[in-house]
């Protein structure tokens, strides 16, 4: 790397050297700091899920509080500063003047994608190929989503991007070839009725108001909640996964992988190819299921190449002598004068399985996900639970449409899928969406149609046999204790909300105003799907739409001044 490569910035008063293009949250875990703030009761945290929903990431950045280490991206010299709960900062000037809600600006696209993912950018690319004009929005700086991640370092040290990069990259290229409208560093933090959205990006406050909406919103991981999940080096698989393909930055050198599905098996090698020691990959599923053969069959009938590639992962693992355990969950981790501890129990409470523990640098947590469907349910899009899944997902047709006229929800936020679902998903709903709009289907339009639906009924029925064989009931509790935080975010222990709930708490709603959890940054992302499950199963019932918070406005945290309006014109 060049010199022009790097850039000098500061952490509480150290010299950090970063690489430009990078986050803060990346700069700073590259060299050694994995504390980025303290909570309101002392306890210090660091970087979680690596995408912006935790908000467990928070800095002070050259005297501004609230931003997100893992969201910044470093492009000039800077002064960090871990953020204190309680401590008071430098005065804040606003950036931009009040102004009255009417003279925000309005924006009225055609059709308008929330996300710049799989699913988002194949939506985009379908509906400007039907001949209506698009515009896509999306929080992060650039396109890819989780899947496609970017890498966003250069250098002649790094590991060249691999195929599943340069598919991002050309998908983004063929959009922007089409003439798709991109806004990145876009917020969207508020839906409306009638599809009226509104968000916050550098130049201030817009509002949008298309004629067609595809909100392609993509997943976060789910909770797994245990003693010292919220510790500093606890991080989700995704977040790991992130630092590596989008800085080249190893999470930590001994890595613990613990959880349920593929996407751990394909980080554990990611990160043992860039020279972690990876201590161990733990998987919560049994081993040779009754069946599993049979579901291998069909994987392979229906995508070779990636069970291909997943058999690859695990012979490179085995070479490489990384401790492969099956039917083992995490059940604590706590903190030790060299980094972490690690816990692991039989999954189910098996007591004929040895208890075993590993020291580690981090553990990456990754037992499956969540919908990131706040935005769908905001505009009153109806779900349905999925018993297979065990998760709440969006009521669609054929089309991807929603239960809301001319509303269409595509990816994992509308049901976990998985990415090569979320494409075909992507360009139906995009040709549909065009279509509702009087653009004629051409015939090369129709062929691409039916391309998608095949490969669509491919896909899901290699994501059938995969989840068979890695079929594991989610983890709710069952390992936490009583002083085990529940609530990330405002700290609600364990005890505290079960103890609610022997005291006569009936709905998620009532534990929230007894106890607090689910008040805090996060919005009850990470805790209220976990209290859902045990109170239904408490009940003896399923999860259903109205298990959860009513959504609000803003579904995600806003800058106070991005709310400020001048009450001058009233």
Known sequence: ???????????????????????????????????????????????????????????????????????????????????????????????????????????????????????????????????????????????????????????????????QHRDGATLFEKCVDLDVQFEFETTVWGGFENREF????????????????????????????????????????????????????????????????????????????????????????????????????RMFLSSREFLIQGIGFIRRLKAAGVNLLNDHVVAGIEATSSGLRVKLTGSNQRTSLQTLEFDTDVVCLGYGFEPSNELARAVGCEQDYDPVRQELKLRLDDVGGTTVQSVYAVGDCAGMGGAMVALSQGEIAGYAAGQSLGYPLSNDHRSRLGMARRTMARQRRFQRALWRIYEYPRVNLEHAKPETAFCRCEEVSVGSVLSALDNGCVSTGEVKRRTRLGMGRCQGRYCVPVLQHIMANRAGTTVDSNSGFAPRVPVKPVAIEDLLRSMSNE
């Open 198 to 297: 509104i968000a916050s990006n550098r130049a201030g406050t817009v509002r949008y108001n298309p004629q067609r909406v595809i909100i392609a919103t993509g997943a976060y991981e789910r909770a797994h909640v245990v003693p010292g999940w919220t510790l500093p080096g606890v991080m989700t698989t995704g977040a790991a996964q992130t630092l590596w393909r989008s800085s080249r930055r190893l999470a930590g050198q001994r890595v613990v992988v613990a959880g349920n599905g593929p996407l751990n098996l394909q980080l554990a090698t990611e990160l043992t190819d860039g020279g972690a020691e990876v201590v161990a990959l733990v998987e919560a599923a049994r081993p040779n299921r009754l069946g599993a053969v049979v579901d291998v069959g």
């Open 1 to 163: 790397m060049s010199t022009s490569d790097f850039v000098d910035i500061e952490f509480n008063g150290r010299s950090v050297t970063a690489r430009k293009g990078e986050t803060v949250a990346s700069a700073l875990i590259g060299a050694g700091f994995r504390v980025l703030r303290t909570s309101e009761n002392g306890a210090n945290r660091g970087i979680f899920c690596g995408m912006g929903v935790c908000q467990d990431c928070l800095v002070e950045i050259d005297g501004k509080s609230n931003l997100r280490a893992c969201m910044t991206k470093i492009d000039g010299p800077i002064s960090v500063r871990r953020q204190q709960s309680g401590r008071r900062t430098a005065r804040y000037t606003l950036a931009r003047p009040a102004i009255a809600v009417q003279d925000v600006q309005v924006e009225i696209p055609e059709i308008l994608v929330i996300g710049a993912g799989p699913a988002g950018l194949s939506a985009a690319m379908a509906a400007r190929r039907s001949g209506a004009g698009v515009k896509v929005l999306d929080e992060r700086s650039n396109a890819g989503g989780q899947f496609y991640k970017q890498v966003t370092v250069s250098g002649p040290d790094f590991p060249p991007a691999d195929q």
